[in-house]
């Protein structure tokens, strides 16, 4: 008779050979993972997620049913967003191609919206527009093949638009609610974050407006830029109690044609701005603020700019 074969004390069941895993998440970051991520809106750039568009914007003139502002040409979208992408290589940032797999939606390009970095990984946005839906597919599929964790997708009827959240400090995220984020998609997020030690406060949009993003822009630890009569009280308070001055738009006029408040903060003080904008390029620079200008008029008739056309996926002095 042939004997009996116990499995009891084998490494594979726990037994003296086995060797349990005491790393966190957090510091497999760049070991097991990619390295990514981000805890502030000011740090150096190092990675970007882009899109170049193509074939999409072809829209037969409805842009309405796009929800952009005006058919861009398709072949003066494409260049200027080539020229972005250089501007960031020449700025010494890593630029990485979405490449999407399948059909492409005409609004793919704006890689802002679809997910939000934390230190851990990415929270995948879940976009609020029927004309949207499913554009984070091809993120997901994107960030899986550069190695980038996926911590939190959203459920059930929550909305969030990763240029609705904005890092305030390493431990506070603020999270607009509005059109494009929901009470439910702003739960979901805040317990993705208070998982990290994160708190979120969330602040209410004025009606007619599209994103966080669209209203306040952080260029270092203890500066900011904001929209007067538009930008949320209670997000300039937090940032206040933080000890980050807030400063606002000196010519609304400009800044609503030119998208000039559309912008990356590529470093400290330091941003990427659309070109166009004389009286805005003056203020930053009278800020102490380092411009680097870049054509993105035709790509604006796509109801965003600079800063929605990019989503970054780390930030850091390492």
């Known amino acids: 008779m042939a004997a009996s074969h116990s499995t009891f004390g084998a490494a594979a069941y726990g037994g003296p050979g086995w060797s349990g895993r005491d790393t966190t998440l957090r510091q497999e970051i760049g070991s097991l993972w990619r390295a990514c991520g981000m805890s502030s809106e000011w740090e150096p750039l190092r990675e970007v997620l882009l899109h170049c568009p193509g074939p999409e914007l072809t829209l037969g003139g409805d842009a309405d049913a796009a929800q952009m502002l005006a058919p861009p ?3 003066l979208a494409a260049a200027q967003h080539q020229a972005m992408a250089q501007a960031y290589r020449d700025a010494g940032i890593e630029v990485h191609d979405l490449a999407p797999g399948g059909p492409v939606r005409p609004n793919q390009m704006f890689l802002a919206d679809l997910f939000f970095m934390t230190p851990e990984g990415a929270i995948l946005a879940r976009p ?6 499913g554009e984070e597919v091809e993120v997901q599929r994107r960030l899986a093949a550069l190695g980038i964790p996926i911590v939190r997708t959203l459920r059930g009827g929550a909305t969030f638009e990763g240029a609705d959240a904005m890092w305030l400090d390493d431990e506070t995220v603020a999270i607009g609610r509005g059109p494009r984020t929901n009470d439910e998609g702003i739960e979901q997020v805040a317990d993705a974050l208070g998982d990290m030690g ?8 004025p009606f007619g407006t599209m994103h966080l993003m669209g209203m306040l822009r952080i260029l270092d630890r203890d500066l900011a830029i904001a929209w007067p009569r538009r930008t949320p009280h209670a997000a300039v308070e937090a940032l206040r109690a933080r000890g980050c001055r807030v400063e606002f738009l000196a010519d609304e006029s400009e800044a609503g044609a030119g998208s000039a408040l559309n912008i990356v903060t590529l470093g400290p003080r330091h941003v990427l701005i659309p070109a166009g904008n004389p009286k805005t390029q003056a203020f930053y620079e009278s800020l102490g603020v380092e411009c680097t200008a870049v054509e993105v008029g035709e790509l604006a008739k796509a109801a965003g700019a600079a800063g ?3 989503g970054v996926l780390r930030r850091g002095t390492d």
């Open 73 to 75: 040409d398709p072949a």
């Open 198 to 205: 994160v708190d979120t406060i969330a602040v209410d949009l």
């Open 128 to 133: 609020a527009s029927s004309v949207r839906a």
């Open 308 to 310: 929605c056309l990019t």
